[in-house]
């Protein structure tokens, strides 16, 4: 959660649950999905949970009733990722057949869909979608309005995660059995930041203050210098 009190998790019975980390106890329990759950996210004010299922679903929850709200159905395969704006007005969501969708959080609205594309990140400001896999290339999109504002070519590799750098002008590019590579958005051009470790990154999470990186590589985490 923002505030860093409670955790959300989904498991392959379907079940999205909220727990306390001081005490480890699951305090919210959220039963709808049919499918096992692939992804959670809290909104910017911890008073929801989204998650996304191999049911093709997207389900928002009241996070301190597991009440749900709202369910979102469009997507056409698995939903792999999930995310609010800033604002919490709206919702990004990807699926394994290669679809970016932006819903309005409160009504479920599908407002713009973005084809063939099965990864996502959103900028910190909210304003710029990053689009990856399958295939080379990854797309920034225009939120607002869907215009695409840049592609790149980056590697013969399909992109499994992507991340945004806190203040938003880098974006990092992951997968299990290649390197870590990082853009410079503005200036478009890559950047000369290693993460080390032999095998491929499969995540990466920034310290709040945005000057270290952990990174998961060779089976284990490491924190590494950033910027």
């Known amino acids: 959660s923002p505030d860093g009190a409670r955790v959300a998790t989904g498991d392959r019975e379907g079940v999205v649950q909220i727990w306390e980390v001081s005490t480890g106890k699951a305090v919210t329990r959220c039963e709808r999905h049919t499918a096992p759950v692939f992804c959670v996210a809290f909104s910017p004010d911890g008073a929801l949970v989204a998650s996304g299922s191999s049911d093709n679903t997207i389900r928002i929850w009241d ?3 597991g009440t749900e709200t709202m369910p979102h159905e469009g997507h056409a395969g698995l939903v792999m990722g999930v995310t609010f ?4 007005r709206r919702i990004v969501s990807c699926d394994f057949h290669t679809s970016v969708l932006v819903w309005d959080a409160l009504d ?11 990864t996502l990140a959103l900028s910190p400001h ?10 080379e290339s990854v797309q920034l999109v225009e ?6 504002l840049d592609q790149w070519r980056i590697n013969p590799y ?3 995660d992507l991340l945004f750098s806190p203040d938003g002008r880098s974006l990092l590019a992951m997968h299990h059995e290649g390197p870590c590579q ?4 503005e200036r478009a051009r890559r950047l000369d930041w290693s993460p080390g470790g032999k095998s491929g990154v499969t995540g990466v999470a920034f310290t709040p203050d945005g000057g270290r990186c952990l990174v998961a590589t060779d089976g284990r985490l490491r924190c590494v210098g950033w910027g």
Do not use: F, M, Y
């Open 85 to 88: 704006t800033p604002d919490a």
């Open 126 to 135: 909210g304003k710029v979608l990053a689009c990856g896999g399958p295939g």
């Open 63 to 65: 996070a301190a009733t």
């Open 143 to 148: 939120l607002s309005s869907g215009r695409r």
């Open 108 to 118: 479920g609205k599908e407002l713009q869909r973005i084809e063939g594309k099965r």
């Open 182 to 185: 990082v853009w410079d958005i």
């Open 158 to 160: 399909e992109w499994t």
